[in-house]
């Protein structure tokens, strides 16, 4: 264990903290998936819902279905790592149920591929896809008044 004290000490005062980080980052890692990259994708998203989350099954949209049926079909997707996107207020993926709900099923809504990051990206719930908006972003007030063709909302 060491302490940072850069903030007192500049640089220098963090040549411990950064030395014991080393050390940890030397030692022998035990760090293993939670499930095999050749599971079927369906089997996959339940054990992550069931085991993570603590829901109760999955459910899935057709358009999910499709996506899936497709990546699966492809030996190169088939086999990325699974990032699984809901909303951080809840371990469901309804941001209204707090603590650890109990007798729900996640519903998985679409599921994208990125492949230069090498990533299944289920999608759960209703969630925005752009990070740092908010639930009432700016955009959503600009319009153009179609008679005058002048721009609203942006100032």
């Not at 085991?51 to 088939?78: C, F, K, M, N, W």
């Not at 207020?89 to 998985?108: M, Q, T």
């Not at 809504?109 to 700016?138: C, D, K, W």
Request: proline residues 5%; hydrophobic residues 40%.
């Amino acid at each position: 264990v060491a302490l940072s004290r850069h903030w007192e000490h500049g640089g220098d005062g963090a040549i411990e903290f950064a030395e014991t980080v080393v050390e940890a980052c030397e030692d022998k890692s035990e760090f293993k998936l939670l499930y095999e990259l050749d599971m079927p994708i369906k089997e996959r998203i339940e054990l992550i819902a069931k085991e993570v989350y603590g829901a109760d099954g999955v459910d899935y949209s057709a358009e999910a279905t499709r996506a899936i049926d497709r990546i699966q079909a492809d030996p190169e997707l088939s086999k990325m790592g699974m990032c699984m996107v809901k909303t951080h207020l809840s371990l469901s993926d309804n941001p209204a149920l707090k603590g650890v709900p109990k007798g729900w099923r996640l519903s998985i809504r679409e599921v994208l591929t990125y492949g230069g990051a090498g990533f299944i990206v289920p999608v759960a719930g209703t969630i925005s896809l752009m990070p740092g908006t908010g639930s009432n972003p700016a955009f959503k007030r600009v319009d153009v008044d179609v008679e005058t063709g002048k721009v609203e909302g942006v100032f």
